[in-house]
T-cell receptor, first 116, second 114 residues
């Protein structure tokens, strides 16, 4: 079956540090890949996505590249801010139908804390 | 649109009681998903609907759990009877069939069964 393995946290960084959160996946065929972010007390928000190999998703300074050869989708940011403190989830989707990306398999989540 | 709306935000109930969680998806979305988040198991898909019809309920943990979608703007997840191990955050999400759009999540219902 499908699975997502995510770098365990928590991760603690100082402001302006470089961030990498590793994510690898197992799936048949060609899944779409996502990073979701969950701020305290909130639901999940899509951060970025990539729907085919070698695609790069980017948003708010975060980037991730869909690497089919290594089955990876690592999240990176060059300079983190205190406001980036949240839980980050890597996920994959095998379509529920059409191009709906709601049928998601999630990693365990990585808690990121950024200190001033 | 106000996004996916879930109610209540918090629910505390005694073991054995019936619990009903509610979700209003984004207008026009034809897929609706129920997820559960726990420390032990992370985020798990419980069930999803397409055009109000349940498509896959293989993630529903036990017969004590049931979900309905009587119309396009409302869904419920019911636990009867509830048990302490049902304590979790339950999320509802909705999406479109077409258009390469992602799922939009509600803020969740934090359920505590004592």
């Amino acid at each position: 079956g499908n699975s997502v393995t995510q770098m365990e946290g928590p991760v603690t960084l100082s402001e302006e540090a470089f961030l990498t959160i590793n994510c690898t996946y197992t799936a048949t065929g060609y899944p779409s890949l996502f990073w979701y972010v969950q701020y305290p007390g909130e639901g999940l928000q899509l951060l970025l996505k990539a729907t085919k190999a070698d695609d790069k998703g980017s948003n708010k300074g975060f980037e991730a590249t869909y690497r089919k050869e290594t089955t990876s989708f690592h999240l990176e940011k060059g300079s983190v801010q205190v406001s980036d403190s949240a839980v980050y989830f890597c996920a994959l989707s095998r379509d529920a139908g059409g191009t709906s990306y709601g049928k998601l398999t999630f990693g365990q989540g990585t808690i990121l804390t950024v200190h001033p | 649109d106000a996004g996916v709306i879930q109610s209540p935000r918090h629910e505390v109930t005694e073991m054995g009681q019936e619990v009903t969680l509610r979700c209003k998806p984004i207008s026009g979305h034809d897929y609706l998903f129920w997820y559960r988040q726990t420390m032990m198991r992370g985020l798990e898909l419980l069930i999803y609907f397409n055009n109000n019809v349940p498509i896959d309920d293989s993630g529903m943990p036990e017969d004590r759990f049931s979900a309905k979608m009587p119309n396009a703007s409302f869904s419920t997840l019911k636990i009867q009877p509830s048990e302490p191990r049902d304590s979790a955050v339950y999320f509802c999400a909705s999406s479109l069939t077409w258009g390469n759009t992602e799922a939009f999540f509600g803020q969740g219902t934090r359920l505590t069964v004592v």
